[in-house]
């Protein structure tokens, strides 16, 4: 799973505005250095070179959270700082029977740049409710089956970032998930969200395979995140004078839900080294993080191993 292909086919028909290489480079390093209180979009370059540089790696963030996710019970979906409307291409390419999409975002001229872009697109995405609007004074909005905020939490406060929390939660009637850049920053703060969803009773669907103190919240070496492979368009490439056809995307994320669902007794949360005699595992489970080798020898065992990838489940036999 990487980017949606109908979002990558609209942005390859967008217009390449000149400057986009040095929009994308201030709008990177502004990232880099945090933006809590400011904001990182400030032109229309600025929102050329997030739609070119940044949205297909966070729409494939989100595409990828998606395999987590039950989607038998959610019809509508509610994505809080919507930016151009990343998640919401995201989750419309995992499942078609949504009917209802509600995007809040602070930025009027993002939001005419994320109904510009579906307006190419077939289907609900035309229908998308735009709401301009702070995401820390929502104006009342009506309960959704599944509320989203991608890469938006680190824009904001600790104090606002829980008050966020708390509106997702009442909102939400089925579940909430909550994705951030893979840095130690990003994991930190789904770390604490983590605690404070717990503390409303929420129920973890992923990554967390149990309610434990998170193994990696004080581990110096590690955070916890994933990586998405994202393929780099013609303009993509340009807008970073970049020559790799792909890059891969870091991501924190978590997915609450208001029941339980089936959880794998581990998570893999490195990538898995599969070499001649064995393959090494690391994974999260209730009692800490596990170093485990798979000798060749057990077979079975030894071709399940070695199918795993970074985030996957796991349940040793
Ligand atoms: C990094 S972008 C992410 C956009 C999109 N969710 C994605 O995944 O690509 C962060 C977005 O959050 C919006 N945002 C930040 N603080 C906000 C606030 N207080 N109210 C509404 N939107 C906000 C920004 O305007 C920006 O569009």
């Given at each position: 799973?990487?980017?949606?292909?109908?979002?990558?086919?609209?942005?390859a028909?967008?217009?390449?505005p000149?400057?986009?290489?040095?929009?994308?480079?201030?709008?990177?390093?502004?990232?880099?250095?945090?933006?809590?209180?400011?904001?990182?979009?400030?032109?229309a370059?600025?929102?050329?070179?997030?739609?070119?540089?940044?949205?297909?790696?966070t729409?494939?963030?989100?595409?990828?959270?998606?395999?987590?996710?039950?989607?038998?019970?959610?019809?509508?979906?509610?994505?809080?700082?919507?930016?151009?409307?990343?998640?919401?291409?995201?989750?419309?390419?995992?499942?078609?029977?949504?009917?209802?999409?509600?995007?809040?975002?602070?930025?009027a001229?993002?939001?005419?740049?994320?109904?510009q872009?579906?307006?190419?697109?077939?289907?609900i995405?035309?229908?998308?409710?735009?709401?301009?609007?702070?995401i820390?004074?929502?104006?009342?909005?009506?309960p959704?089956?599944?509320?989203?905020?991608?890469?938006?939490?680190?824009?904001?406060?600790?104090?606002?970032?829980?008050?966020?929390?708390?509106?997702?939660?009442?909102?939400?009637?089925?579940?909430?998930?909550?994705?951030?850049?893979?840095?130690?920053?990003?994991?930190?703060?789904?770390g604490?969200?983590?605690?404070?969803?717990?503390?409303?009773?929420?129920?973890?669907?992923?990554?967390?395979?149990?309610?434990?103190?998170?193994?990696?919240s004080?581990n110096?070496?590690?955070?916890?995140?994933?990586?998405?492979?994202?393929?780099?368009?013609?303009?993509?490439?340009?807008?970073?004078?970049?020559?790799?056809?792909?890059?891969?995307?870091?991501?924190?994320?978590?997915?609450?839900?208001?029941?339980?669902?089936?959880?794998?007794?581990?998570?893999?949360?490195?990538?898995?080294?599969?070499?001649?005699?064995?393959?090494?595992?690391?994974?999260?489970?209730a009692?800490?993080?596990?170093?485990?080798?798979?000798?060749?020898?057990?077979?079975?065992?030894?071709?399940?191993?070695?199918a795993?990838?970074?985030?996957?489940?796991?349940?040793?036999?």
């Amino acid at each position: 799973v990487s980017t949606p292909p109908a979002l990558l086919a609209v942005l390859a028909e967008q217009p390449i505005p000149t400057g986009i290489a040095d929009a994308v480079e201030q709008l990177t390093a502004r990232y880099k250095k945090g933006i809590s209180g400011t904001r990182a979009m400030r032109s229309a370059l600025d929102h050329a070179a997030y739609i070119t540089a940044r949205m297909p790696a966070t729409a494939a963030a989100v595409r990828a959270c998606c395999k987590h996710i039950d989607f038998t019970t959610i019809n509508s979906v509610l994505d809080f700082g919507s930016g151009p409307g990343s998640a919401l291409w995201a989750i419309t390419d995992a499942i078609e029977n949504i009917t209802k999409l509600t995007a809040i975002e602070q930025d009027a001229e993002l939001i005419g740049v994320g109904k510009q872009l579906a307006h190419s697109s077939t289907g609900i995405m035309h229908n998308i409710n735009w709401i301009i609007g702070d995401i820390r004074q929502p104006p009342t909005l009506e309960p959704h089956d599944l509320i989203v905020a991608s890469y938006v939490t680190n824009e904001l406060s600790e104090r606002e970032r829980i008050q966020l929390a708390h509106t997702m939660w009442q909102l939400a009637r089925h579940g909430v998930l909550i994705i951030e850049p893979g840095t130690r920053a990003g994991s930190h703060a789904i770390g604490q969200l983590r605690q404070y969803f717990l503390s409303l009773g929420a129920f973890i669907a992923a990554p967390c395979t149990h309610t434990q103190t998170c193994p990696l919240s004080e581990n110096t070496e590690r955070w916890c995140h994933f990586r998405v492979r994202v393929a780099r368009s013609k303009q993509h490439r340009a807008s970073k004078s970049a020559t790799l056809g792909f890059e891969d995307e870091p991501y924190s994320f978590i997915y609450l839900t208001k029941k339980p669902q089936p959880t794998p007794a581990m998570r893999i949360v490195s990538q898995p080294r599969v070499h001649k005699g064995a393959v090494d595992l690391l994974a999260c489970h209730a009692d800490g993080i596990q170093q485990l080798t798979v000798p060749r020898k057990n077979k079975a065992a030894y071709r399940t191993a070695a199918a795993l990838n970074w985030g996957d489940g796991y349940s040793a036999s």
